[in-house]
């Protein structure tokens, strides 16, 4: 325990301490609330019978939630692992699941810290109302955050090298980001893109999060949601134990 | 344990294979409490496969190691409290701060020294604040240095400590290990800087091609090659297998690159005058001729015929 607590602290210190990092996670998704709030103000989208704003918040969450999970996670530590850090901690009594742990805790701490920002200034600036269980919302961003953060585990598992990196990782980032129906509904998305988009985790993370946050809705409108985002899990969190090398 | 005769570091038949290539071919040795022992070798020759074996890093084929009479292949936790590593590239989080360093490493350990002590030792209080990112490379080497020690190791391995490193940088680097070989800490390094070698280490293991080829102290491996003294020059427009031939009863005569001879001689006055006698005689044009002790690089060239250094 002793070492987790120290360990977390420093994983913490560091996000605080890079700037690529908190520009990433924090001030990026604030821009996005910020600047679709201020275009859609109270502007109704007829198909969903909701405001722009209100589809677009929960939207903006799963992008957080990856900014997290995908882009600085996996990238980061790639780049670590080939500076050799993960190699010179193993010749310490210091053991490989407290490295892995303080890694989870502390991106999961971000992602609920991102999660509040964002629907705080939905909330204040844009009337955004939270009309849904918060145990059930927790239920679903804690999903969110181990199913991005078992893909940037798969990609830390299969991108060996830290130049290849950040241009893979951005690759994954937005196609789950444009496929996944954040910025725009789905509804005007050609049907073979909409087959794509049908069977990603930041779709139904996004319905999954409008319906709790949003329209109010309970767990067993959401199953199939849950369950798709729970297949992404299972395959990209069991190939990654499977290949993985700390070398 | 508590035999006065154990050693610290016992390695026996230690293996490994790459394929069909031998990077380790059955490498044994043992280093006493208190010494300061060298691998020497040429990059590849199998200095830091033994050591990663030795550390735990990677798996030997074959062979058993011992470390303070611990079975290091069966017992890899306990052996981890009890040894200090410094790796050939040591690179740490860009934003920790060095005394942060120095904290966190001490928090692996059951027991750690003060980090004000570990500054001290390897000279870095001034810097004790900075980030990692910021420090020069006499100064990171010097962290991962410091960062080998913070358990207060009773097996110290350092993984060719000064490779890299300017003059300067590599004196200070020089200066720590003989501070740590004076409060009598037992350390394995590995390097190919025969002064390195020289100047540390009380025996050197000389190892080429993964194979030990000479273990003893520096001086007895120089007077054991009969390499007392090196005669040097450089002959231009003849037969370098008449050279060889005609002046071999003198000592061992090797070619080391283009036109340059090293004789390896007990009598180098001698040599001298009868490579003189010998170019007047055969019209040898001879340039740059030169005497000096012989080194740990000259043992190396004469068990081998290779530089260290290519």
Known sequence: MKSLSKQLAMENKLFLRNMDDLFWTIVFPLFFILLYGFIYKDMMWEDYGMRAIDYIMPGIIVMALMVTGIMSSATGFIEDRQKGIYRRLSVTPLKKYVIILSQIINRYMIMLIQTFIIMIIGVLLFNVSISGNYFLLLLVITLGAVCFLSIGFFLVTFVKNARAATPVCMIVFFMLLFLGGIFFPLNIMPDFLRVISNILPSTQLNDALRMVIIEGLGISSMYKELLITGGWIIVTLGLSIKFFKWE | ?310
């Open chain 2, 1 to 310: 344990m508590g035999n006065k005769f154990a050693y610290s570091l016992e390695v026996k038949d230690l293996t490994k294979h790459y394929g069909s290539v031998k990077a380790v071919d059955g490498v044994s040795f043992s280093i006493e409490k208190g010494e300061i022992f060298g691998l020497l070798g040429p990059n590849g020759a199998g200095k830091t496969t033994t050591v990663e074996m030795i550390v735990g890093l990677r798996k030997p084929d074959n062979g058993s190691i011992n470390i303070c009479s611990i079975d290091a292949l069966s017992n890899l936790s306990a052996i981890k409290e009890v040894i200090g590593v410094q790796l050939q590239t040591t690179a740490l989080y860009n934003k920790i701060r060095v005394i942060e360093a120095i904290e966190l490493f001490g928090s692996y350990y059951k027991k750690s020294l003060p980090p004000s002590e570990i500054l001290e030792l390897v000279s870095l209080d001034e810097k004790k604040n900075a980030y990692y990112v910021t420090l020069s490379g006499g100064q990171k080497q010097r962290l991962a240095l410091g960062l080998a020690l913070v358990n207060d190791p009773s097996v110290l391995f350092l993984d060719e400590p000064t490779t890299g490193l300017d003059p300067q940088a590599r004196r200070n680097v020089w200066d720590i290990i003989e501070n740590l070989k004076k409060q009598g800490k037992t350390i394995i390094l590995t390097t190919h800087y025969m002064e390195e070698a020289e100047k540390l280490c009380k025996r050197v293991a000389i190892i080429d091609k993964g194979i030990i080829i000479a273990i003893d102290t520096p001086g007895d491996l120089i007077k054991a090659a009969g390499t007392d003294s090196t005669v040097e020059f450089e002959a231009t427009g003849f037969k370098e297998e008449l050279i060889i031939n005609e002046l071999s009863h003198l000592g061992k005569v090797i070619k080391t690159s283009e036109g340059k001879f090293t004789i390896y001689t007990k009598t180098p006055s001698r040599a001298l005058k009868e490579i003189s006698g010998f170019a007047e005689k055969n019209n040898v044009n001879i340039e740059n001729i030169n005497t000096r002790r012989a080194t740990l690089e000259d043992v190396f060239i004469s068990m081998t015929g290779r530089k260290l250094r290519d």
